[in-house]
């Protein structure tokens, strides 16, 4: 493991070194492979956090699981670099558009409101989740009407109002009261990632290729924003045949177009016993499932974590959660944005910054950080099953990530700020998504004989069939 002699704190304190030694031990890695992995390139995300050390940690992970697959598969360990810079990119969006323009990333109304103690953030971008704010503020969908609604009444008592009617939001805390916080304690009791390996089970015959490393592999992809998405994007990439699912009627406008590059996506109506027997199916002959729904949301449709192994022993079973898997808090909906606030990131960020207004993140960092995480434990499991014969579990959470994350709050000084274009060497051939032609970033992973290659261009949630593809 090493760092660019000409890359910023390239010495045995690189905080992305540190970080990085932070994701692998979580993974149960052995530390020897981080040998084959180098960090390169120049530049800062500017915030209160090491935002550009922690995305870049991030990524090596995954190309340091990546390479142990390697090595056990072929018998040759390849050499992994990631930039640093275009890890930053990545954390933001790896998609420039040609010619048509991505719809807002926030809902009109979602965002950051004074109410009478402290700030909180609204997340309406679903428009259930919209509704049910608006329900219990009782005002139109306007932000002005929002910001008199909402400065009535105390932070505390309207999040657990709006998390009562099946919303989203957040009060903001610092990092002081998060850490004292009941469902603060709960999730820095956690461990950064669960692994549990579940016993003997002969899964396919299949070894990995050496420039195409999840050739033959299938993803059963039941994620949303955005975490999941960013892990089984990253695995799409190295050659998985990945299969999303999505209920009828969901869209994520803002988001798809950067998430879904090398997938197949599928509608099911997991409400009718066709579609749900269809899922289960599926689940029998996948190789590794990667679900982000609530923790309670698949044992409701009889399909929790034992039933899951019982289809299907092999089964490399990754999960996310938004707000731990213990704790009162352990079933409550989350994204990024919010668990910024509930972590006392958006409060440090102000602080810092001396401005009036919550600071967050200037990417959704904690996602596509778990996100690289998740896709690690996927490929970890993958060389476990290979080199074991057993099946595995792994959960992570967005609310325990932070905590790596807020470990490291310092001032960003005399850095070298990232340049926000990026030249045309950096970037990858023309993109035919359905929303119009596109640019995508060159990846930021590099491993030795086995570049990222996306099978499928950006496509339209539901375009395809729920079906498996037929193996070579």
């Known amino acids: 493991m090493r760092a660019d002699p000409q890359s910023p704190g390239a010495t045995g304190t690189d905080p992305a070194l540190h970080y990085l030694r932070t994701f692998w031990e979580a993974e149960g890695g052995s530390a020897p492979l981080l040998d084959a992995v180098s960090l390169g390139g120049a530049g800062e995300l500017i915030s209160a956090f090491r ?15 990546v390479a142990e697959l390697l090595l056990a598969g072929t018998g040759a360990l390849p050499a992994v670099r990631v930039d640093r810079r275009m890890a930053s990119l990545w954390f933001g969006t790896s998609l420039r558009p040609q010619g048509w323009t991505l719809p807002p990333v926030w809902d009109v109304v979602a965002g950051n409101y004074r109410a009478r103690d402290r700030w909180i953030r609204l997340h309406t971008n679903a428009p259930h989740h919209r509704q ?22 105390d932070a505390a008592a309207l999040e657990a109002a709006v998390v009562e009617r099946g919303g989203c939001a957040a009060a903001m805390y610092s990092q002081q009261e998060w850490a ?18 579940t016993g003997e089970a002969a899964g396919r015959a299949w070894r990995p290729a050496r420039d195409r490393p999840l050739r033959g592999v299938r993803v059963l992809d039941l994620t949303r924003i955005l975490a999941g998405p960013v892990a089984t994007r990253l695995l799409a990439g190295l050659g998985a045949d990945v299969l999303r699912i999505d209920p009828h009627g969901w869209e994520e406008p803002g988001t798809v177009p950067e998430v879904v590059l090398g997938k197949r996506c599928a509608r099911l109506n997991l409400k009718m016993r066709t579609d749900l027997d269809t899922l289960k199916q599926l ?11 609530r923790a309670d949301a698949l044992a409701r449709l009889g399909l929790g974590a034992e039933e899951r192994r019982r289809l299907n022993p092999a089964l490399i079973d990754v999960s996310l959660d938004a707000y731990g898997w213990t704790g009162e808090w352990r079933y409550r909906r989350g994204f990024d944005s919010l668990i910024q606030m509930s972590a006392g990131i958006a409060d440090a960020g102000m602080r810092i ?28 499991g993958l060389t476990t099953r290979l080199t074991q014969g057993v099946g595995t579990e792994a959960r992570a959470s967005l609310a325990r990530t932070a905590v790596v994350l807020s470990l490291r709050t310092e001032p960003m000084s005399e850095v070298v700020a990232l340049e926000p274009e990026v030249p045309e060497d950096r970037a990858a051939q023309v993109e035919n998504t359905s929303w119009g032609p596109a640019v995508r970033l060159y990846p930021p992973l590099q491993v030795e004989g086995a570049p990222l290659v996306w099978s499928y261009p950006a496509r339209a949630l539901g375009e395809y069939e729920a079906q498996w593809l037929a193996q070579a």
């Open 180 to 197: 004292a916080h009941p469902q603060g304690r709960s999730v820095a009791a956690e461990p950064l990632l669960y692994v549990h390996r």
């Open 51 to 65: 935002v550009t050390d922690f995305a870049t940690a991030a990524v090596a992970a995954a190309g340091a699981a």
């Open 132 to 153: 049910a704010a608006l329900s219990v503020l009782d005002c139109a969908v306007d932000p002005q009407a929002v910001a008199r609604a909402v400065s009535r009444w």
């Open 353 to 380: 910054a001396q401005s009036d207004k919550p600071v967050s993140l200037p990417v959704q960092a904690i996602d596509h950080a778990t996100g690289y995480l998740l896709a690690t434990a996927a490929l970890r």
């Open 283 to 293: 689940l029998r002959e996948a190789d590794i499932v990667v679900h982000g729904y």
